[in-house]
């Protein structure tokens, strides 16, 4: 090891003083809810802990009293899965259709990305007015689902720009070369390909969708998603039952985001196992 490796300056140990108390600003709040959700059954919302146990998770979806939290994890979840897969198939099409310049193409562009800088309540309102104008019952996995697609389609169609902004068409040529049809290309060879980052595109998808808030406090109609119904329980719940669904739902973006980070690492794999034996 040579000299200059062994010794460090003044500006790196501020450095890694300044990255350590960023850290620990970002997850040092989500750890304490983390720790303090396994508080005792006679535990409060604040340390020093009494006892250690999971009363709370059981008491919060045992009992009515905090409001549906089942069936509002349910909706979060169906919604999110509807968001992913809608979110997925339309950002891929209109990815590829971007790919060829075409008349109209900077406006549509534009026109897409637009609701990111629409106040989310103010977009929710919009739908929920059309909705009524058009006679039509506000229902979470209708006007929801559109509320929430405002939000995630934009943000997947800038990712897909940028898978396929890195993406060589001479493997869809060599393709075509070979005989293939357009659909076999793209079943075979396109698709296969941008996988990874379909996975991207779906996984924000699912996230943004589950956590959204604004966009659906006027557009779910009288059942409301796990955000709503978690927001309404700050106002009448002091117990440790929040810090339970708080860990919950952490636990369940985690667990998506690192199913999300195994297939790729599977996908990538296989790619690699294929080349070897090429």
Same mark, same amino acid.
């Given at each position: ?11 790196f ?6 990255f ?7 997850y040092?709040?989500?750890?304490v809810?983390?720790? &303090?959700s396994?508080q005792g059954?006679?535990?409060? &919302? ?15 979806w045992?009992?009515?009293r905090?409001? !549906?939290?089942g ?6 979840m169906?919604l ?10 339309v950002?891929l099409?209109? %990815? ?11 406006p ?10 629409v106040p989310?309540?103010l977009?929710?309102?919009g739908?929920?007015?059309?909705f ?8 979470? +996995? ?8 405002? +939000?995630?389609?934009?943000? %997947? ?5 940028a898978v396929?902004?890195?993406? !060589? #068409? ?11 049809s ?5 079943? +075979?060879?396109?698709v ?7 996975i991207?595109?779906?996984?924000? %998808?699912?996230?943004l ?20 119904e978690i927001s ?7 117990t440790?039952?929040?810090y339970?669904? %708080?860990?919950?739902? #952490?636990?369940i ?5 690192a ?20």
């Amino acid at each position: 090891m040579s000299q200059a490796t062994q010794k460090r300056g003044l500006a790196f140990y501020l450095l890694a003083a300044f990255f350590a108390t960023f850290v620990l600003f970002l997850y040092g709040p989500m750890l304490v809810i983390f720790i &303090l959700s396994f508080q005792g059954p006679t535990g409060g &919302l604040t340390f020093p802990m009494r006892g250690v146990s999971t009363h709370w998770f059981q008491d919060l979806w045992g009992a009515t009293r905090y409001g !549906d939290l089942g069936g509002a994890f349910k909706r979060s979840m169906l919604l999110g899965l509807m968001s992913l897969t809608v979110t997925g198939v339309v950002c891929l099409f209109a %990815g590829l259709a971007f790919r060829r310049r075409f008349f109209g193409a900077g406006p549509l562009f534009y026109l897409a990305i637009t609701s990111l800088v629409v106040p989310g309540i103010l977009l929710g309102l919009g739908i929920s007015q059309l909705f009524q104008l058009l006679g039509f019952r506000l229902n979470w +996995w209708l006007s929801g689902l559109g509320a929430h697609l405002s +939000w995630t389609l934009p943000f %997947g169609l800038l990712i897909m720009f940028a898978v396929l902004n890195r993406f !060589d #068409s001479s493997w869809e040529e060599a393709a075509r070369d070979a005989g293939a049809s357009p659909w076999q290309t793209l079943r +075979w060879v396109t698709v296969p390909i941008l996988f990874p980052g379909l996975i991207a595109v779906a996984l924000f %998808g699912f996230t943004l969708s589950y956590d959204e808030m604004p966009r659906s406090l006027l557009t779910v109609g009288g059942k409301n998603t796990l955000p709503i119904e978690i927001s309404n329980m700050t106002t009448n719940v002091t117990t440790p039952a929040l810090y339970a669904i %708080g860990t919950v739902t #952490s636990v369940i973006s985690f667990a998506v985001i690192a199913l999300a980070f195994l297939g790729i690492a599977l996908i990538q794999k296989r790619r690699a196992r294929a080349k070897r034996g090429a």
